[in-house]
């Protein structure tokens, strides 16, 4: 009897510790999703596109009026907003940078997505929606407490004729960090996050066998990182997924696979720091990609909130310990 006694005693501090380390998990990870709002993200995407004119290189005015609205939005939230100007054959350019969390002295961490577009389009999704992304970030990380200063990027120049030259905004900004010694501990480009299917066989991929593991259907977002990817790409990612604001795919793949470089994390790469792209992969899904036909109302802003809402997850949490052995473990995964 007391042999049963004290079984019951020890299955009891079993059962006792097992909450406790649950509950201490639990405590660690930042659950204030402090939800992304589809009418603000709307307004946002409203501002961008439909001005008079289009916002590419060649039209300062349209170019610089949306540059202004990004550091408008910017200023409302942020510890610092500043213009990081550059000239590109004496006609001045800007990238529109804010800084969150600037007291912490950890490495940066840094969120960025291409205002420009290639030629005279709207461009909703590319790349409206990924600017979007990073004004609602910005609000959402009002005064929350992090773990690492963030700073929130908006890049001109991504478009061509500049994609792949010095002249990229992102490569202005990636540069200057390296110049100046400052430590990044990794990079991330929203780019293209707004266009979504259901429909069966609206997805492509550069491999046909690759249609056999993330089907056919356009209805996820991809994390895209390249084979070798570092610290902050793998906690990133892992919290990314552990949200579960919307479908989630993620590819590791060599850089040279056509479309794992297309965005703005290439610079990054260039520059020896840890990257990835957030991405509904772009023409291989959204056939409006560089087209007249990519307005806004091609947008599913209901999954576009949810991959905001990821970001933030992913940015409020990429130092906690995650407790996905024990969520996993309930939830049967692995």
């Known amino acids: 009897m007391r042999i049963k006694n004290l079984k019951d005693k020890n299955a009891d501090i079993r059962n006792s510790l097992k909450c406790f380390i649950i509950a201490v998990c639990m405590i660690n990870v930042n659950n204030s999703f402090s939800q992304s709002d589809t009418l603000l993200i709307e307004k946002h995407l409203t501002a961008i596109t439909k001005t008079d004119g289009f916002r590419n290189y060649e039209n300062l005015p349209v170019l610089h009026q949306v540059a202004d609205y990004i550091h408008s939005v910017f200023s409302r939230y942020a510890d610092t907003t500043y213009f990081q100007t550059y000239k590109v054959e004496g006609v001045e350019y800007k990238n529109v940078v804010c800084r969150f969390g600037s007291e912490i002295q950890k490495p940066l961490i840094v969120a960025g997505a291409h205002y420009d577009v290639c030629g005279e389009q709207e461009g909703a999704d590319d790349n409206a929606s990924g600017v979007v992304g990073i004004l609602e970030l910005a609000r959402m990380l009002h005064g929350k407490q992090l773990s690492r200063p963030v700073e929130l990027v908006a890049y001109t120049l991504e478009e061509p004729p500049f994609f792949r030259t010095p002249q990229m905004g992102s490569y202005i900004h990636a540069h200057n960090l390296k110049k100046n010694n400052i ?24 491999v046909k066998p690759m249609k056999l593991f993330y089907g056919s259907k356009g209805n996820y977002i991809l994390l895209l990182r390249r084979s070798g990817s570092g610290e902050f790409v793998n906690n990133f990612s892992s919290w990314f997924d552990d949200s579960e604001t919307v479908n989630t795919r993620g590819l590791k793949a060599p850089a040279k696979l056509e479309g794992v470089d297309f965005s703005d994390h290439l610079n990054y790469w260039k520059m020896g720091f840890d ?42 949490n990429i130092d906690n310990v995650r407790p996905s052995k024990i969520s996993r473990m309930k939830k049967g995964k692995k």
């Open 275 to 316: 990257a990835l792209m957030v991405t509904n992969t772009a023409f291989y899904r959204n056939k409006n990609y560089h087209q007249t036909t990519d307005i806004m109302a091609t947008l599913d802003i209901q999954k576009m909130s949810g991959v905001i809402d990821a970001v933030y997850f992913a940015l409020m």
């Open 183 to 206: 430590p990044v501990y990794g990079m991330v480009a929203l780019e293209m996050i707004g266009y979504f299917s259901e429909e069966g066989g609206s997805q492509d991929y550069p």
